[in-house]
Each structure stands twice: as C-alpha cells, then as structure tokens.
C-alpha cells in the first residue's frame, strides 16, 4: 500500500491540468486542493489552503510569519504532514523569481512540517544550458525533507535539465529527480 505522502507526490504529478486557469490563488491552488482531497480520506485528512478561513497555517521565522500555499494535516493525530508551496510562472516570464522564492519557503516551512513540496506551473522561459547544479541542489533539499515538482501544460516534448537518469519532457511531469525523501 502507497504511504499518504506517495499519494499526494503520485497525486501533484499526474493530475489534469486545466486550461483556463485565470490567477495562481483563486484558480490554480484550489484546483490542486480538490485534486488532493480525491486521493485523501477526509475523515483522516485536511487539505487547508491558505487562502480560505480564518485559521491559516504559519511559519514564524527571521522576525515574518509564512503560510504555505497548501497544508495537508492529519485530523486524528493533529499532525501537520506537508507544506505545498505553489508558483505559476506564465509565458513568456523568466522562472528565477518564482522558483528562489518557492524554495526560499520552503526552506522555511521545513522548520515547523516534516515535509514540503514545490510545485511549479511552469509556462515560462527556460534555459536547458543553465542546469549543472540541480543534482546538487536537489539532494541539499532532500536532506531537509524537500522535493520539487515541475509541470507544464504544453504539448510538445522539450527537454531540460535532464536527470542522469532519463530525459524530462515538458509534456509529462518534471520531476528533477525520481522519488522525494
């Protein structure tokens, strides 16, 4: 049997993105909110997205409060046991921002969650010459309890940053690595 958090990562790498997606916070995480709960049971789980009610999930650090973008938590147990931080990075935009500060908070809510997750809606501009350091920077977040899920919504199949491994397609999932934590 597949553990919860197999579940959510199986779940946030193959959902049907739509289309018509208008705004990252009021289209976007609430698509992947209802996508989730499909494959949780909501007799144990909660996915909290942060922004609807009034008690939103946070991180105090460095003198701020964060709120991760979704949070799944345990209802019997009061765990909290993943922090999802979402970017939409729209065509034609360059990605840097988006994803410094995705990891940046995600960096932050592995202080208080035993795991998060960046999930990138990645429309924007790539440069398949600029990846020489994503193994690295991928198993310096592994070891922090972090992983990184990158989609896109094209059709056509285009290469980057490939793993060692096998090649990623913009078609299918991007997932850096196989397998997170």
């Known amino acids: 049997m ?28 609430p698509h992947i909110g209802e996508e989730l709960k499909k494959v949780l049971d909501d007799q144990e789980y909660d996915v909290i997205l942060s922004t609807k009610g009034q008690n939103k999930p946070w991180v105090g650090a460095v003198g701020a409060s964060f709120w991760p973008d979704i949070l799944i938590s345990n209802k019997k147990t009061n765990e909290d046991l993943m922090a999802i931080e979402v970017k939409w990075i729209r065509k034609n935009k360059s990605a840097t921002k988006a994803i410094e500060e995705a990891i940046g908070q ?19 501009i790539v440069n398949s010459d600029l990846c020489e350091y994503d193994a690295k920077l991928l198993a310096n977040l592994e070891k922090i309890n972090i992983g990184i899920i990158i ?22 999932t991007i997932i850096l690595k196989d397998g997170l934590v």
């Open 2 to 29: 597949k553990s919860i958090d197999q579940k959510i990562i199986d779940k946030l790498r193959s959902f049907l993105l739509k289309s018509d997606y208008c705004d990252e916070q009021k289209d976007l995480q």
């Open 106 to 124: 995600a960096v932050i809510y592995s202080t208080k969650y035993r795991k998060s997750i960046v999930f990138i809606l990645h429309e924007g």
């Open 151 to 172: 989609r896109r919504r094209a059709t056509e199949e285009t290469e980057i940053c490939q793993d060692t491994q096998k090649p990623i397609e913009f078609s299918k």
